[in-house]
């Protein structure tokens, strides 16, 4: 009889319907997601005066399990036919000249996170500009650290992140040495806030320091105001600080940027 019992109780924990032999619910993973946008902004003119100054950018991004990887890329450039003689006058002999370029800053940068948990992530990324009217042919760099997530609400996020940063600095003919690399600690504060399901504003600061010159200090700061004007066009108002305290032989070390652009988000 006890022989008989135990195979019967054998069989029924078999049974899928036998209560006690219900597997634990499988985790359902999280769906990708996919983000895809590009803006446009722009100003001419002609006559009395002829300048143009053309602006744009596209961001990308692919997030699934504990993954993310995302890219950036823009163009800010401007050309205007100059007063060479300051007379506040633009003469027949000034306009033979043609356009003459004033703004020429292109650039792009790729970055992977890899998440821990919901609010930590590991990252490297590397991107690259070129700008000529700051002195660099090309900067490229490379970067790894760790992102922390410190605000998560509805409406909020703020966030933090601390790397190391490996940069390849090529200057424009006229620099002597044309080549510099730059290896630096790199500190970021960013804030993502929507006012409403229309309106909201991000900033972004970041301090590099060179590690082998401490006194080598660069400030970057992008903020941006966004409106929405339907479910998939928005307009932006973005402003981008670049500040250099060891600027490049013979350039400035602040450089601003104010821009207005249409933004349409595809995906």
Known sequence: MHIIFALATTALAEDPEFVGAEAPPEEVPEEAETH?????????????????????????????????????????????????????????????????ANARRLFAEARYDRFLSDRDSLYVLGGAFHDIFAGYDLRSHEQLGYSRLLVDTEDTEVRTELGFDYAQEFYVAGVDPRYHNVFAGRLLLGLNHAFNESVGLSDTFEVYENVLQPQDVRI??????????????SLKLSHALIFDNVPVEGFGPLDQTTTVTVVATIL
């Open 36 to 100: 895809l946008s590009a803006e446009l902004g722009g100003v001419a003119t002609s006559g009395n005066a002829m300048f143009y100054a053309i602006n744009g950018g596209t961001s990308v991004s692919r997030k699934w399990d504990r993954n993310k990887l995302a890219g950036v890329a823009g163009i800010n450039i401007g050309s205007a036919v100059p007063d060479t003689n300051a007379d506040g006058l633009i003469d027949e002999a000034e306009r033979d000249l043609g356009y003459l």
């Open 220 to 233: 970057l700061n992008t903020a941006s105001f966004s409106s929405a004007l339907g479910s998939s066009l």
